[in-house]
């Protein structure tokens, strides 16, 4: 497991905590497909510090770039200390991760895989804080 933390901006620390996929068997099965995700599921839900929580899934919510800019700022004005993004496995989220987030989103309609999806997650939150920032945004 890796954990190492970031200053994003003045305001905001980056923790990024890698969690190791449950072992599934290829090709797996309905049944252990489902196993694996609630074995991660259950260790994802016992590292959420409370906060808000979004879950990345193809199911979610498309927002661009303005608008998670939008979101972020939302949440620190409103006074949230911790936001918590959680990037499934492989075989995607438990249903009960889903449930439990406060906003589902979607960064794609492509199958990506979670490493590319965390390289994208972490330039749009980049992003997000020069949107947020004193200066013009320039895209």
């Known amino acids: 497991m890796a954990e ?3 200053r994003l901006s003045k305001s905001c620390t980056l923790e990024v905590i890698e969690l190791p996929e449950a072992p599934i068997p290829k ?3 309905p049944a ?5 995700l609630e074995a991660e ?3 994802i839900l016992s590292r959420l510090t409370g906060g808000y929580t979004i879950a990345l899934c193809v199911e979610g919510k498309a927002l661009n770039s303005e608008q998670f800019a939008e979101k972020i700022g939302s949440l620190m ?3 949230v200390q911790v936001v918590n993004i ?3 496995s ?3 989220l438990s249903p009960r991760i889903k449930q439990c987030a406060d906003l ?3 960064v794609s309609a492509m199958t990506l895989p979670h490493q590319m999806a965390r390289v994208f997650l972490l330039e749009q939150l980049y992003r997000a804080f020069d949107i947020l920032g004193p200066r013009k945004y320039d895209k």
């Open 86 to 88: 959680v990037i499934g």
């Open 27 to 29: 090709p797996g099965t």
């Open 41 to 43: 599921g259950e260790k």
């Open 90 to 92: 492989s075989h995607g």
């Open 77 to 79: 004005s409103s006074g």
């Open 104 to 106: 589902r989103l979607s």
């Open 4 to 6: 190492y933390a970031k």
């Open 32 to 36: 252990q497909i489902q196993a694996g």
